[in-house]
T-cell receptor, first 112, second 117 residues
Framework: QKEVEQDPGPLSVPEGAIVSLNCTYS??????FMWYRQYSRKGPELLMY????GNKEDGRFTAQVDKSSKYISLFIRDSQPSDSATYLC????????????FGTGTQLKVEL | GAVVSQHPSWVICKSGTSVKIECRSL??????MFWYRQFPKQSLMLMAT?????????EQGVEKDKFLINHASLTLSTLTVTSAHPEDSSFYIC?????????????FGPGTRLTVL
């Protein structure tokens, strides 16, 4: 079993839709949970991070972590074509700056 | 945000040759850098942790004699793929952490695409 599981997609939605991306993890030591966005042939860029369980909102993006069920979610409101990318979730055991365990990434396409 | 660069951005080499990839933190110092490998439609897999002034720490299953890592300074780490073979063809990405207010964010380089013929 992989430490972080993520549906690879692809996921195609119309512009303006609410997108829900999800991951599950098995490592109970994870304390920080991240969502990265990766465009084709580029390095990942951090979208949001969350410490332990809870919600975090940043503009059109909301990250949720439920440690009891080991479930991580990212919601994108009013999705735009520019949101088309691969979204990777990741877990980390300590306070940042340490090795990350990534999911496989979900490929998202937002269509006009 | 902080910037991490990689060079080259892509390289094609013949089987059996060695290839060096550089990772630089342009506007901050990094005592630790991380090297990942990403195959098409797969996740980033951590290969090794590069430590300035000491030996790199390799993940299980990664051959340290094949993937040589040197952290020569606080802004430069290099990954050398020795005696490359076609199965080494992949996207290699480095990252470096930077301490922010309440979190050490990792900044990723743009990646290096290696094709071994």
């Amino acid at each position: 079993q992989k430490e972080v599981e993520q549906d690879p997609g692809p996921l195609s939605v119309p512009e303006g839709a609410i997108v829900s991306l999800n991951c599950t993890y098995s490592n109970s030591a994870f304390q920080y949970f991240m969502w990265y966005r990766q465009y084709s042939r580029k390095g990942p860029e951090l979208l949001m991070y969350t410490y332990s369980s809870g919600n975090k909102e940043d503009g059109r993006f909301t990250a949720q972590v439920d440690k009891s069920s080991k479930y991580i979610s990212l919601f994108i409101r009013d999705s735009q074509p520019s949101d088309s990318a691969t979204y990777l979730c990741a877990g980390e055991g300590r306070g940042g700056g340490n090795k990350l365990t990534f999911g496989t990434g979900t490929q998202l396409k937002v269509e006009l | 945000g902080a910037v991490v660069s990689q060079h080259p951005s892509w390289v094609i080499c013949k089987s059996g040759t060695s290839v060096k990839i550089e990772c630089r933190s342009l506007d901050f110092q990094a005592t630790t850098m991380f090297w990942y490998r990403q195959f098409p439609k797969q996740s980033l897999m951590l290969m090794a942790t590069s430590n300035e002034g000491s030996k790199a720490t390799y993940e299980q299953g990664v051959e340290k004699d094949k993937f040589l890592i040197n952290h020569a300074s606080l802004t430069l780490s290099t990954l050398t793929v020795t005696s490359a073979h076609p199965e080494d063809s992949s996207f290699y990405i480095c990252s470096a952490p930077l301490s922010l207010a309440d979190y050490n964010e990792q900044f990723f380089g743009p990646g290096t695409r290696l094709t071994v013929l």
